[in-house]
């Protein structure tokens, strides 16, 4: 399957979005991890916008960022990708239960604790009806969210914008399930070449485990500690503007093989 990426963005420790990061993506500047800065999202009128979690900031902050050249940001199908979900609300909603005598559940924090609060922000922030899906696939998230898109475009013409995020799980969660620094990714893929492209991507899925990779760099490092983080690979190519093969894991016996090329 083949489709073509009109847009991109990326926020996590070190990378304050795709035009600041793109040389320590390309390999031409060091990467420095410092914190996440989530801003609050300027597309949600302000009742909503007061209402959203981090998680929500992260994601719409790449989907703003990817889609910020789209004339009409409605019309994109969404795939919102996540391995945790809203893992901050969740395990405040389990503590509340867990109390003595109970806790009162904030309405707010029970709607923004489903695992498709994201997207539904982000198609009341853009004003959009169009098909969505929110999924999760464990570590193999962000390949499961491609696979989607990718799917939808080839199967619809659509137009489809991914978007791959997850934060570190609270404790005591995060014991059995550790989380690397916040991270984000976001796409824009068209069922044919525009303008605006910047590179064409096709993919095929391979019932065989993803081939082991070399020992990387801390780049390597930190996508293998975030799920949304694997989109680095194809992130890395892309700001370096040069054609890749990716083996990119879906499950443990699964992966999708990955070919970029850049326009």
């Known amino acids: 399957m083949s489709c073509w990426i ?12 795709w035009a600041a990061s793109e040389p320590t993506l390309a390999g031409t500047a060091p990467w420095n991890a410092g914190d ?26 790449v989907a703003a960022e990817a889609t910020a050249g ?41 709607h923004n604790s489903v695992h498709n609060s994201a997207a539904g922000y982000w198609h009341i922030a853009v004003g959009s009806t169009a098909p969505s899906v929110s999924l999760g696939g464990h570590d193999g998230s962000f390949g499961a969210g491609l696979l989607a898109a990718v799917m939808a475009v080839v199967a619809r013409g659509s137009s489809v914008l991914l978007c791959a995020y997850d934060l570190p799980l609270p ?37 065989e485990p993803a081939p082991a990779a070399p020992p990387g760099d801390a780049l390597d490092l930190l996508a293998g500690g975030n799920p949304a983080a694997r989109a680095l690979p194809l992130l890395r190519a892309m700001a370096a503007r040069r054609a890749a093969r990716i083996d990119l894991p879906l499950t443990a016996n699964s992966h999708l093989a990955l070919e970029l090329a850049p326009c």
């Open 70 to 110: 789209v004339e009409d940001r409605a019309a994109l199908e969404t795939v919102f990708a996540s391995s945790n979900g809203d893992g901050a609300v969740v395990g405040g909603i389990l503590e509340a239960l867990h109390a003595p005598g109970g806790i009162a559940l904030s309405p707010t924090q029970f």
């Open 171 to 207: 404790s005591p969660l995060a014991a059995v399930r550790p989380t690397g620094p916040g991270f984000a990714a976001a796409l824009v893929l068209r069922p044919e070449p525009v303008a605006e492209a910047m590179a064409a991507l096709s993919l095929r899925h391979v019932a």
């Open 36 to 61: 996440v800065v989530l801003p609050l999202p300027a597309l949600l009128p302000p009742t909503e916008r007061r209402r959203t979690s981090p998680a929500v900031r992260l994601a719409l902050a």
């Open 6 to 17: 009109s847009g991109v963005a990326v926020l996590g420790a070190g990378l304050p979005g």
